[in-house]
């Protein structure tokens, strides 16, 4: 899958999660960019991307993303 | 030596005339060298024999940082997980061995002597651990977050040991984060003039909230909690009620001014409050009271626990809220009453967790005439009745006492009483107005930045009212902070 594939499903699952249809991810996009991005919906995040792409992250994975481009490197080495 | 005491103004005027002495000033090293050297001293002072130990920690995780770090750089994850798991087994053991051993132990002599066996059991004379909470989970959240790539390690000793042991916050928090901090300790800091006077506001507000409001409030509530068989059932609920302004007025004061002394020395310090009065329910509430603390459980604790039950939604949630918030009640102490504590609020989040609420963080609006709307005000004053009801746990001595407690308010007497004087009232007002009016501000007394600099008139004026009510006003027996024991 390209790159820029995952950023458009990406960008579709934060805009239903996070409620938010002015998303627009980019690799250096962090939780402190966008206001409906917290430690919770973060955990809601998570179990649709795993589900959207069919793959489980690791919490040692997840918890040393520092940005989105660190999440779509570990969705693109599956 | 508490922040608002004679002796400490006389510390503080020492390490501010050397710290800006030309000379050192110019220099982050020497700065942080002599930090350093009276950040020992004031711990020393009031916990001398917990200074080896400080040290030795301190020595003890700035290795362990260095070494996640080189393991991580080769990718080796494996040894470098090693090295952060040997760091929190450290700091939960310190914490354990100070806050928690007298209470496991009293616990299981208890449970013996109950099934008949008969065991006397002599407590250990433990040290009192000033600052042991503190510094221990800077010290955990040093090594997590190197092994988690978020921060590097710091340049040197000096910077980590001054960072653990900065007098302005090792005795009480805010609990600072080493990526936010550390890089602090890296240039010196010349004299700015607008900070410290941003820091002298600060420091100002701070001791009227504690001196004039809390400590005034808490004749009444330490009355309460300690002697409730002998008060009226009005008395009891007026506690209740006094209670999370004393609480917050008391900490949110010595907050104020550790984080005013910091800014006179140049630097900012992670916020704890965010006007928590104006909390229209718990979660809420816990995203606005002791942030630091809060923030530091939701990123060790809660995030790791949440990602594990990932797969049971809401439930998942409710789990790791739950241990969550019986971690931080018994992060306060050894006491069932702190479980307990986290248990009634973890309960209060049942409703939000299920309803889909939590985490939908809703702004506050206001309505024309600039106040909050209907709905939001009495959610407001429900949630600060909930709080009050959680502190008749919170600061129990055993459950049993809190639920005679409550027992007491259905069978004691509706004698009339003003418990507190028409003074305290109308700053208790003055407090919960401004914490309205200035909401979108860090304290109420911070001037707005267009004023920067240019000190008006007005502002003067304001500033010698308050000192005057603290003079006035004030209580100045040997009052402690709630949170110094913690």
Redesign the interface.
Known sequence: MERNEIYDKLNEIFRDILDNDEIELQDETTANDI??W??????QL??EIEKAFNLRFT??E???W?NVGEMVDSILAR | MVVNSFSFLLFFIVVFTVYYMPGIRQHAVRQNAWLLLTSYFFYSFVAWKMLPILLGVTIVFYWLGAQIKKEMDINN?KKA?RYMRIGIVIGIGLLLYFKYLNFFAESVASLFNQIGLSVSWSTLNIILPVGVSFFTFKLISYVVEIK???TAPAENFLEFATYISFFPTISSGPIDRPNTFLVQLRNAHLFDYSKAFDGCQQILWGIFTKVVIADNLASVTSIAWSDYQDQSSTFLIFAILLSPIQVYADFDGYTNMAIGVGKILGFDITKNFDHPLLARNVSEYWNRWHISLTSWI??YV???L???F??YAYHG?MMAITANLILIGLWHGANWTYAVFGIFHSILFIPIIYSGE??K?RKIKENKYGLPLVKDFFRMILTYIIIGIGHIIFFAKDTYSAFEYIHHIFTGSWEFVRPIGFSTIAFMLLLIVLEWTTRKKEYALQIHKRFTGKRTWMMLAIDYLIIAAIIWFGTFENSQFIYFQF
């Open positions: 206001e409906e917290t430690s919770l919906t973060h955990i998570i179990v919490s040692e997840i918890l040393e520092k | 994850r997980s988690r790539k978020k939701t990123d809660f995030t790791p949440c990602l594990k990932r797969d949630i939590l985490g963080n």
